[in-house]
């Protein structure tokens, strides 16, 4: 059994020097050095990591080095580009960097260069949207299409979702974009809402084909389309495209495995948006942007595999996460992208971070001793400032935020971006430094009020200012937080790359969904849940 990370040297050392910084506020440590803001910055790939605000020291910084060498956090980023099987509970490889890793490369899984069989996939996907985008691909009537529905959940629905929103700006506006993932019919109706049949084409993206909400959805999809073409079964072929690695499952749905676009199962469905789960953003944005989109993340993924560990921006990103979960004992991050086309981005992030680090257990199964994997959250700004922001600067929870702005807006109009950006940065500042009492006083507010005008400060924050949202900044980006959630995991020593705690719920769905309807229920579940079953049964009349 392993220890834990927490009886590291390296750990013991950064708790007993929590326990010397705790006491000093971020006024302090800006005071005693005023380089401090220019100096506790990073600027790689064009991102420029301005954590100055975090409660950190020079010495905090060295000390979470130390705990990333002690660890072998060198070892375990080298093993994941090797394709060893880092993800032990499901004995897979983990090699989403292939998936962008360019023509010529080798990247090697089961003693197989796995990059020629990745550039193949992503021709088939650039021919197959050419043809979508020129016309050559019509629908069954002979009509062109012109609606794409992405039909997929959880990985297979986030990533294409945060990407089609993010690049908005870049795509085919002649072209109507939806999702489907809830398996709440509401999802699917609304998805379809006013959309011809004739015109418009699935995408069922699904690594396993057997997930049960895209698989009912696909089968509406599928009635759907049928009931708008006067049920010629034909028409399937040419509405219906797949996107798994179960060929099987795939051909059975009645879709041809011509129609298909593969990859692999060392890419687990949070890391996907770089394989053929992108298809849609590929269809969006066209080929050319989603090769510069890729080229964005590989140029982070090699920055994360050869950078020095104190110029490492994911690796940096990640022990100040890391410092502010464990040592100053936040319980959430906010993540707050003061840029309209990222409104998705904290959802996907809640993804990509839960996910991977929600573990109780160590690789090898003993108990990880610490905080893992915090709450992930967020909203685009300014909106947030005018609700919960509240609860951040003056609430008794102590909440680090990610700012993301970006110099140059998309959409110049008048002196909105201007304003954007000063918020973000008000922000910021209003968090680290507060306002005193005695500040308060001197504004001539009355003594009973002051204390609600106070605001501490001391907040953490972390600034990522980028020039402009273009399909390779985003692909940095996406990057930049896939490594930093590695870079935790790899340091508490647990499979962030396994999900098992989604199979519960459906394994139970699964048994209740019969008791339902129809015959007698069974009504062996708790007393709480056999009432729930009762009382649904009552209302709709079964
Ligand atoms: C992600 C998870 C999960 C998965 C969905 C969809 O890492 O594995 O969110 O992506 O459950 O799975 P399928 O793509 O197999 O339908």
């Known amino acids: 059994m392993s220890e834990s990370v927490t009886r590291s040297a390296a750990w013991q050392a950064l708790e007993s020097h929590w326990r010397e910084l705790q006491p000093l506020h971020l006024r302090q440590l800006f005071a005693a050095d005023p380089a401090r803001g220019e100096r506790l910055a990073l600027d790689v790939e064009g991102i420029y990591l301005d954590y100055s605000k975090n409660r950190v020291t020079d010495e905090t910084l060295r000390l979470l080095l130390a705990l990333a060498a002690e660890t072998g956090l060198a ?55 050419e043809r979508v985008h020129s016309g050559a691909w019509t629908g069954h009537t002979g009509k062109r299409i012109r ?35 809830n398996i709440d019919g509401t999802d699917f109706a609304e998805a379809t809402h006013g959309l011809c049949a004739d015109e418009t084409l699935f995408i069922v ?37 797949a996107v798994s690695t179960n060929a099987a499952a795939v051909a059975e749905f009645g879709i041809s495995t011509e129609n298909m676009f593969g990859f692999w199962d060392w890419v687990g469905g949070r890391y996907s948006m770089t394989s053929a789960i992108g298809l849609s953003t590929m269809l969006a944005i066209g ?19 050869s950078a020095p560990f104190e110029r490492n921006l994911p690796v940096l990103m990640g022990l100040l996460a890391l ?20 409104k998705r981005f904290p959802a996907y992030l809640q993804q990509l971070t839960m996910e991977s680090n929600g573990k109780h257990v160590q690789v090898d199964g003993s108990p990880v001793g610490c905080q893992t994997g915090p709450v992930y959250w967020g909203e685009p700004g300014t909106n947030g400032q005018h609700s919960f922001y509240q609860l951040i600067h003056q609430g008794t929870r ?20 201007d304003l954007l950006l000063a918020n973000v940065f008000a922000q910021g ?52 937080y896939e490594h ?50 009762r009382r649904y049964r009552q209302l709709k009349g079964a």
């Open 205 to 241: 993206a699904s690594k396993t084909f057997t997930t049960l909400e895209t698989m009912t959805n696909a089968h509406s999809a599928r009635a759907w389309t049928l009931a708008g073409l006067g049920g010629d079964e034909a028409a399937v072929a040419k509405h219906f495209v």
């Open 429 to 480: 500042e209003a968090l680290a430094f507060g306002k005193t009492a005695d500040e308060v006083r001197a504004e001539g507010t009355p003594e009973a009020l002051a204390a609600h005008r106070v605001f501490e400060g001391n907040r953490p924050s972390n600034t990522l200012l980028l020039e402009k949202l273009t399909p390779e900044m985003l692909g940095k980006l996406v990057a930049l």
């Open 287 to 305: 080929p050319a942007n989603f090769g510069a989109l890729l080229a964005g993340f590989h140029a982070m993924d090699e920055h994360f595999r």
């Open 398 to 417: 102590l909440i680090p935020c990610d700012f993301i702005a970006f110099a140059k807006p998309l959409n110049p109009l008048g002196e909105h971006h």
């Open 484 to 533: 930093s959630v590695f870079t935790q995991g790899a340091i508490w020593n647990i499979d962030s790359f396994d999900q098992w705690g989604v199979e519960l719920g459906k394994v139970l769905a699964q048994r209740i969904v019969p008791e339902l309807s129809g015959g007698a229920a069974a009504w062996a579940h708790d007393s709480s849940t056999n009432a729930l079953i």
């Open 147 to 181: 609606n794409i529905v992405n039909i997929g959940i959880g990985g297979s629905d986030l990533g294409p979702v945060m990407a089609y929103e993010a690049l908005r700006h870049y795509s085919a506006r002649g072209m109507e974009f939806r999702f489907v993932s």
């Open 75 to 129: 070892r375990r980023i080298a093993a994941m580009f090797r394709g060893e099987r880092i993800n032990v509970s499901e004995n897979r490889a983990v090699l989403h960097v292939a998936l962008r890793a360019p023509r010529g490369t080798s990247i090697v899984e089961g003693g197989e260069n796995v990059v020629p069989a990745v550039r193949a996939v992503l021709e088939r996907m650039a021919d197959f949207a």
């Open 323 to 342: 410092w502010n979960n464990n040592f100053l004992g936040a319980e959430t991050v906010a993540v707050l992208p003061y840029e309209q086309y990222l």
